[in-house]
């Protein structure tokens, strides 16, 4: 059971990266996913999750409207499409999963397995 978190890069203010979370040995599609943010020394913040049951998804206040995550189960992937990025975007972003079969952002997950952090830098 893992997840490869990928899609982080260097850009300018203003500009656009879709973040990528695929798993394997398990089906993203049944577990509610996260998306975290790390800077160095400082504690990890939560930016967005989708439930597994409805599809719903929630953001952070800081990235609601600019970001968006969505699914893919063909592909056994979640997205985080990030628009208008700006400097105070810059971070480690990290995916995460509930193994829980049937696992709701709203009901308080249980993000047990973790990928490893994709580096997202943002030029002023």
């Known amino acids: 059971v893992q997840l490869q978190a990928s899609g982080g890069g260097l850009v300018q203010a203003g500009d656009s990266l879709r973040l990528s979370c695929a798993g394997s040995g398990f089906t993203l599609d049944y577990r509610a996913i996260g998306w975290f943010r790390q800077a160095p020394g400082k504690e990890r913040l939560w930016v967005s999750c989708?439930?597994?049951?409805?599809?719903?998804?929630y953001y952070a206040g800081s990235v609601k409207g600019r970001f968006t995550i969505s699914r893919d189960g063909a592909k056994n992937t979640v997205y985080l499409q990030m628009n208008s990025l700006q400097p105070e975007d810059t971070d480690v972003y990290y995916c995460a999963a509930d193994r829980r079969y049937g696992s709701s952002c709203h009901d308080g997950p249980d993000f047990g397995v973790w990928g490893q952090g994709t580096l997202v830098t943002v030029s002023s």
């Open positions: 989708i439930s597994s049951t409805d599809g719903s998804t």
